[in-house]
């Protein structure tokens, strides 16, 4: 993978978390160290779950090589299909009347959450053979980044950027399995 390509994953696999923290900080208007350890276990729980994925997909690597790049498109593109869906989906009122858990194990809760969708693009990238380390990390730090700012800026923007921000996230997705595929298939220079 290339370097854009890797910064364009990353981002991706970050929109979930920054959507979820623009609504954490638009309820709970945290304090610049609350939001930085908020992104520290968003961004730790990102880096985690697509080495976990990635560990899963090797295993099945030998079994599937001739479907690989079909199997990688499809697991994309269902994410991504999730992305766009939550991200375009009408808010509830019931949503906004929730009362928001802040404790400790509701960030967790909800970091691990948002990184289910890394778990599964983990697996799809077992089958193409990229550097996982390297586009674990870029996630984790991307996913730290975008989570702190989100929790920032939350009160300023409400949660409708966040959902917007999803629904680019979840396009990326697409277009990445996408070349993947046509690439692999010889129809993109690769």
Known sequence: MTPGTIAILSLSMSTDAFAAAVGRGASHRPAVKDAIKA????????????????????????????VDHWIAFT???????KMIWEGAKPRDAQDDAAPR?????????????????????GVGLAFIGVNIWVIAASIGFTTFVLTTIGMLIGKAVGTRFGKSAEIVGGVALIGLGTAILLEHLGILGG
Not at 101 to 121: E, H, N, Y
């Open 39 to 66: 992104g520290l276990v968003f961004g730790v729980i990102e880096a985690i779950t697509p080495l976990i994925g990635w560990g899963l997909g090797i295993v099945a690597a030998g079994l599937v090589e001739k």
């Open 101 to 121: 858990r802040s404790g400790p194990w509701a960030l967790i809760a909800t970091a691990i959450g948002t990184s289910i969708d890394a778990a599964a693009v």
């Open 75 to 81: 697991l994309l593109l269902i994410v991504g299909g």
